[in-house]
């Protein structure tokens, strides 16, 4: 596993090449998850006994796109300010930072967004448009974006589209056509054992993962994330992700807190598609 591995504990991230041009900076714990994220596991799998009790690790995701332009999709946390910095310094080799896109004002998404400004002056922050606390994340003078605005960035061109799920009231996600790059943020959030760090899904399934362990993570994960779906038509909610599968040629499905898939999508997006209706269906036990 190709992987270069900034700071530990809290601060800990890992830089994985996507493609030549698109790579993936996350951070994760490994060893001691548990204590910094309280062992939620064990509670996940007392729900749902199918859930791995030792996966009390959660992806925090960036993504970068080295073209013609440079494009950033989102900043991590705060706890991994110095090491997303000395990443991000590796990974642009002495060249500037164009885009910076904020899916959404929430600290693991926005919280370096102060600092990388110090590092780039001359980026263009790129966020959605709404908000009326933007000064607050450091966005005061972003360009606002609305479904359908277009990047251009040289062989690759980003798509702002509109979400399926939301995470907050106003929240975006982003398409590449060229790729099939999809990065749906907050959507499909699944956990990971120390042994799973960093790994692309495909990798995971080396050290005992599967397409159906991520259905039941899904299942689980997204009715505390998205609370809402207790009222939510399952069937409706089918039909919408199979017109969503079918308007976006989905071949790289990069989320916020989901490990890469890139390999083997149909079976993947056929399992979120069912997590989806099991969360809808279930019980909400992890809801308070």
Request: net charge negative; charged share 25%.
């Amino acid at each position: 596993m190709n992987k270069r591995v900034y700071g530990e504990g809290p601060s800990r991230v890992g830089v994985r090449k996507i493609t030549p041009k698109i790579y993936w900076i996350c951070h994760c714990i490994g060893k001691g998850a548990e204590h910094y994220n309280g062992g939620f596991a064990s509670e996940f799998a007392k729900v749902n006994p199918a859930l791995d009790p030792t996966a009390n690790d959660i992806i925090y995701s960036s993504y970068l796109f080295l073209d013609e332009k440079t494009f950033l999709i989102d900043t991590l946390g705060p706890w991994q300010h110095e090491t997303v910095m000395e990443a991000l310094a590796d990974l642009l080799d002495g060249r500037k930072l164009d885009y910076l896109w904020i899916s959404h004002t929430e600290l693991p998404h926005a919280a370096n967004t102060a600092a990388i400004r110090r590092a780039h002056p001359d980026v263009e922050i790129l966020t959605v448009g709404g908000h009326d606390h933007y000064e607050v994340h450091g966005l005061g003078d972003a360009r606002l974006l609305e479904f359908g605005d277009v990047i251009n960035l040289g062989e690759h061109e980003i798509e702002i589209i509109e979400p399926l799920f939301l995470d907050h009231a106003l929240t975006q996600w982003i398409y590449e056509r060229k790729s099939g790059f999809l990065c749906p943020v907050d959507w499909a959030l699944n956990v990971h054992n120390e042994h799973q760090c960093f790994r692309f899904m495909d990798e995971m399934e080396e050290v005992g993962y599967s397409a159906e362990q991520f259905k039941q993570e899904v299942s689980t994960t997204n009715r505390v994330v998205f609370s809402w779906l207790r009222w939510a038509d399952p069937e409706e909610t089918v039909a919408a992700i199979d017109r969503f599968y079918e308007t976006y040629d989905i071949r790289i499905f990069a989320p916020s807190h989901t490990n890469v898939i890139r390999k083997d999508l149909p079976r993947y997006l056929e399992s979120l598609r069912e997590a989806m209706r099991m969360a809808i269906t279930g019980e909400f036990h992890l809801v308070y």
